[in-house]
């Protein structure tokens, strides 16, 4: 099972720099476009929702708030950054915890009766 997992972390690595490699992507991600994406930021409205909801949705899956909260420090400076973080952070720790409540419940449950723990 364990060369299992290698294999298919392989792959993803792999079919990762393949899709870097062959589409468009490339384009996106250079230094160029990265800066005129980054002085757009502050004049588009709708930037700082979407990095919000990002850094929210992103708490769920597992994505490093660490990398957002400098991205989005980056953007946007002192005060504001520190307003769109607390703001982002919070959203991210509500979402994990709801999420973790209302589907890993029971499987924490079964888990800590098969165990032979109580769940109360």
Known sequence: MK??????????LIGGVLVYWLTPIRQIFSPSHLMVLVESAH????VPIILILSYGIGGIFGLPGSALTLVIGAIYGLIPGI???MIASNLAAMTGFLTSRYLGRGFV????????????
């Open 3 to 12: 060369n299992f997992k290698a294999i298919i972390l392989l792959f993803v």
């Open 43 to 46: 004049t588009t409205w709708w």
């Open 83 to 85: 307003f769109y973080n």
């Open 109 to 120: 449950e079964r888990f800590l009766s098969s165990k032979g723990g109580s769940a109360s």
